[in-house]
């Protein structure tokens, strides 16, 4: 069976850190594409971090560029979103997806997707 888990979610206070674990099961993790999302109550959900497994490369939303760092553990099929200095804006449920290909910027589009972990950020 396929999935994917996230954790590490919670309230943090502004300025504060998180960490976020996805862990895959299933599939060939090492060939996939994994992707954090996230939606903010009354928002669209947007993609925040993406790493290519297939060709090593990452990206980053402009909004969490040198706040956040996606990484991964191969020997433990997880993906890891470092979340440093975070913001109230931050707040809003985190997802993990994953694709065979490549990173998307939509949620939608990827092979594999979990259920979220909620982020809250006091002020």
């Known amino acids: 069976e396929v999935q994917l888990v996230e954790s590490g979610g919670g309230l943090v206070q502004a300025g504060g850190s998180l960490r976020l674990s996805c862990v895959a099961s299933?599939?060939?993790?090492?060939?996939?594409?994994i992707a954090w999302f996230r939606q903010a109550p009354g928002k669209e959900r947007e993609g925040v971090s993406c790493?290519?497994?297939?060709?090593?490369?990452?990206s980053y939303a402009d909004s969490v560029k040198g706040r956040f760092t996606i990484s991964s553990d191969f020997a433990k099929k997880r993906v890891y979103l470092q979340m440093n200095s975070l913001k109230p804006e931050d707040t809003a449920v985190y997802y993990c997806?994953?694709?065979?290909?490549?990173?998307?910027?939509?949620?939608?589009?990827?092979?594999?997707r979990g259920q979220g972990t909620q982020v809250t950020v006091s002020s």
């Open positions: 997806a994953a694709d065979r290909e490549h990173c998307s910027y939509y949620f939608d589009e990827y092979d594999y």
């Open positions: 790493k290519n497994h297939n060709d090593g490369r990452t």
């Open positions: 299933g599939f060939a993790f090492d060939d996939y594409a």
